[in-house]
Structures are given as structure tokens and as C-alpha cells.
């Protein structure tokens, strides 16, 4: 029996052209679907999907990148504490390109301040184990996909007794925003592809609740193109069959319940705050995480309250990323895309990280299919 290739058969370009036929075939109406991660736009927007599918399919790009959603105040804190002179600040490639306010972690680093960019959080640990003159702070950002990974480094430091590692929390959770798109109808949303990282850890059935109330089908597909033109079948067929459920393109990596290990850690180290402020889509109730009471010791927005800048920062005035992440504008809609906005000097987030939409139109040179 053939081994199936994880890559190559979910980018196979019969079976995306068998898929095509049969979503121009099936296809009697006109489906809005709001793809909710930024790793599906980049699918949909590397492989041209958007182009190729029929007009009456409209993707719809959400605000499943966190680096995106998070708002400038919390880069401007990151910024505040990378200038103390005996901090570390550590954290996750794309961030550092982030524009705060007036400056960038990317731009302390070439100051000279110490800033440290880590392929995984648990570098961290080591950093603050070589550093023990050192506070070492790591700015922890992602949705329930990274939750477990901070919490895991938690875990490890707490075991090893390490007193000189903080945490700066910006872990979000999706649901909520999804709910608040689709309750307020500025982008008629018909349909989603739901963010399947998330789901590998939160488990499918997170979703019924979202479906049962606002009768909308959902998929969670894979981030291959095979994968998405999947999804997007799986939308119509609802649709034509008058269901509305919440399906498993993705069964390779997605299950009903998810990684109860990793939600036991989210579990034992966070709790929801009260409210979460996102770009473009304003304070959001418990939709972000925070250290539990008991480690507090460890939480920068505890131990360095003095320094951190307080208040909300809107973001440039010609920078619409708001909007694109409310799934009201593409980043074509934006007056500077391409020309005083791009990878090398954005000017917003979502010029910045690899699953901002204005990164992946600028990459592949999209229109809007
Ligand atoms: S192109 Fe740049 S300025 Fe325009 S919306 Fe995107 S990130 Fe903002």
C-alpha cells in the first residue's frame, strides 16, 4: 500500500483540480466564508485559491494572527521593559519587527538593548539559568496553540527553583473574538474555516455553541491547499443539505475533545481576564489569559507594574489592519500597501508577521479573487 506523502498528496494538483470541479458542480449560491487563522490566508493566498474558486465564494480573512491582533500598547510595554538595563527581553521571531508606538523591540536590539529572539519558549529557562544577575523577562504571545508551551516552561522553572524568569502574558482565546465578528454583521460572514492549530489543543467541539446560535456551518480544515478546497466542499454541502454542523476536515491532527494534557496546563497556571483589548476589535470580554494569584511572583504586569506604560494606543492613522482583521477591508483597500507599508518597513502588524494578511498579499503579489 502507498505511504501518503503529508505534503505532496494534500498539493497535488489533480486532486485540487477534481475539487474545483466538484465545488463549481455543487455550488448554487453565493457563501461568504470568514477563514478565521492567518496560516489559511496564507494557504488560500499562496496557492491562488481565492482566484480560482467561483465568484460566488467569497473568502473573508479573520483575525486568527497574534501577532495582528495585538495591540500597540502591549509592544509598547515590551519596548519599556527591554530598556531596563538588567532585563533580558526574550521572545518569538516575528514580534520584534512589531512598530510600537515609536519604536520596536527589532530597533532596541540594534541599540543595544538585550533583546532575544527564541525558536521556542523553553529557551527561556536556559537564558535565565546562565543569566542569574539577569531579570529575564519572555513576552509569551499566541493563542490556546501556545498556552501549553508557556505554561510548560512555567512548570520547568518552578521544578528548577529559577526566581529571575517573568512572563509578560498575552495569550488570547479565539472564541470570543468569533462570537464578536459574527454578532456585530459588518462582514456577513456565511460560513467558517475554523483555526485548526487552536483546535488541535481546545478539541473540535469547542465550536457547537458558535454554530448552534448563529446557524452557521463550520469546518476545520488542514493548511494544505487540498485541505482548504476540502473545507470549503464540506461548507457547500452543509448548505445544499440544509445542515448546520461543526465538521473535521483536518482528522490527521484534530480530535472532538483536543490535548487534554495541554489543557490541564492552561488550566492549572491561567485564568481568563476579564477583558482582552484586540486591534480592530476593541475590548473583548475574557478573551485573553493571565497568571493565576498563586504566580504572580512571576507575572511582569505584577512585578514591573511601575515601568509598564499604562493606556490604549491607537495605531498609525493610514494603517486600516483593523479593519482587515474585522474582515471589513483587504489589505488592497489600504492607501499605503506596498508603498510606504512592507516586510522591510511595515506599518502595522499585519504587514509583519507571516500570517498577516497585508504580509502574504505583499509576498504573492495577491488581487482579490
Ligand atoms: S498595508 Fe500596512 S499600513 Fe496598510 S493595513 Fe496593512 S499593515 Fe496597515
Redesign the pocket.
Known sequence: MRKIDLIEDFRSSSRIRALLRLIYKELDREINIMEVCGGHTHTIVKYGLNQVVPKGIRFIHGPGCPVCVMPKERIDQAIALSEKEDVILVTLGDMIKVPGSNSSLAKKRAEGKDVRVVYSPIDSVRIARDNPGKKVVYFAIGFETTAPMTASVIEIALKEGIRNLFFHINHILILPAMNVIIDRKESNIDAFIAPSHVSVITGASMYNNIVEKYRTPLVVAGFEPVDVLEGVLMVIKQFKDKRREVEIQYRRAISWDGNRKAQYLIERFFKTRDSFRWRGLGNIPVSGLQLRKEYEFMDVEVVFSEILPKGNVED?Q????GD?LRGVAK?TD?P??GRG?SPIN??????VSSEGA?AVYYKYGAVDG
Do not use: Q
Not at 493610514?318 to 489592519?321: P, R
Not at 511595515?346 to 504587514?351: D, E, N, Q, S, T
Open positions: 498609525h493610514l494603517c486600516i489592519c482587515i489589505p489600504c499605503v500597501f507599508c511595515p506599518l502595522g502588524a499585519c504587514m497585508c
